[in-house]
């Protein structure tokens, strides 16, 4: 409800330039980078409800808190604690997922739960563009009141799937800070996530600038910029198992490659767009790269990752999506202060078709190794 409108939120009421607004994405960014460590050890020791609940928990609040805030740095402090609380969420999410499915049926698994997450995105950037033009307050009520409600039946509902009990044989039972050492030696899995981290600034860019590019260089209201991140949520519930049940015939790594290709060229396709139907466009060619890359991604990790160690494995993969996210907003920022605006897309298409053609050379190299 919110989240697609904060930059212009911010920038409006603090009368602050855009490379200096999109600062506070960055720090957000940063402290999930160190958060999605500590969720990935907890979530593997602890437990993947109790770091979801918590997480939901203090975005709930978080929101409250940002709905008084008048000051950059009241914004900044705010950031940090959403910073920290997000990656739980995920992590403990997508780990939990991967103790429930078995390996066969996890391409599908992570689709549909793409599909339900996105039928709620769907309502939201509509509903909240259309209460934003009103109140922002009443917006940032309705995101908390959300989270918190939905930590409440998570908390009363929610099943524990960790098997603690299970242990692999030959693995010392302490393996340095967090229990990370495993996942570092496994260099290839290490390339693989920054690979994928640095193409995902492409798509970063444009989730954190496009309300604010459209809005300053176009004159496009919030509440009709909402359809388009609805778009996006709506193909995501209605096209993504039909993509689904084509992507998952190939081997993932291809696939992985293609989606990040397909998802450079629709964010590039936004700087020679100029009206509303141009942009939607633009989202719906990048929701293609999405449909295909990120089920496919979460599958793959889930398949390599040994039993007690999917919440680390997850939370690097997380790690370098906070790469990305953090240096998205500044890459940006700095081409539509000392360039032109329309450069942050061309700089997102470079990005993204440099990060596509390694991931194709990452794939071939792999095959050739496990055929030799």
């Known amino acids: 409800m919110i989240w697609p409108f904060l930059m212009i939120y911010v920038s409006e009421k603090l009368s602050l330039s855009l490379s200096t607004v999109s600062t506070l994405i960055t720090i957000n960014a940063i402290t999930g980078l160190f958060a999605s460590f500590v969720a990935g050890a907890v979530s593997d020791k602890l437990g993947r409800k109790l770091v979801m609940i918590v997480s939901l928990a203090v975005n709930?609040?978080?929101?409250?808190?940002?709905?008084?805030?008048?000051?950059?740095?009241?914004?900044?402090?705010?950031?940090?604690?959403?910073?920290?609380s997000n990656p739980l969420y995920q992590v403990g999410s997508d780990a939990m997922l991967a103790d429930m499915i078995v390996p066969e049926k996890r391409t599908n698994a992570y689709a549909i739960i793409r599909m339900i997450n996105n039928a709620g995105i769907a309502v939201g950037p509509a509903l909240g563009g259309f209460i934003a033009a009103r109140s922002y307050t009443y917006a940032f009520l309705g995101a908390a009141l959300g989270m918190i409600t939905y930590s409440l039946l998570l908390f009363f509902r929610g099943r524990e799937t960790l098997n603690k009990a299970y242990r692999p044989e030959n693995v010392p039972e302490t393996e340095g800070p967090g229990g990370y050492s495993r996942v570092f030696k496994d260099h290839p899995y290490v390339v693989f996530a920054l690979l994928v981290g640095m193409g995902l600034i492409a798509p970063s860019m444009l989730w954190t600038l496009f309300a604010v590019y459209t809005k300053q260089n176009f004159g496009l209201p919030e509440n009709l910029y909402g359809w388009l991140p609805t778009t996006n949520a709506l193909m995501c519930v209605f096209v993504q198992f039909s993509v689904t049940q084509v992507s998952r015939r190939f081997h993932p790594l291809p696939v992985i490659g293609v989606g990040m290709l397909i998802y450079a060229l629709g964010v590039g396709s936004v700087a020679i767009m100029n009206s509303f139907w141009g942009f939607w466009v633009s989202m719906v060619l990048m929701t293609f790269g999405e449909l295909t890359l990120i089920p496919t991604v979460s599958k793959y990790i889930a398949d390599l990752a040994p039993a007690d160690m999917r919440g680390r494995y997850m939370s690097f993969y997380w790690f370098a999506w906070g790469i990305a996210r953090g240096t998205a907003p500044l890459i940006g920022g700095f081409l539509n202060d000392n360039i032109s605006p329309r450069s942050i897309w061309i700089g997102g298409l470079a990005i993204g078709l440099l990060s596509s053609f390694c991931l194709f050379i990452y794939s071939a190299r792999k095959r050739d190794f496990q055929t030799a």
């Open 60 to 84: 709930g609040i978080s929101y409250l808190l940002m709905s008084q805030a008048h000051s950059y740095m009241g914004f900044a402090l705010i950031m940090v604690l959403m910073g920290a």
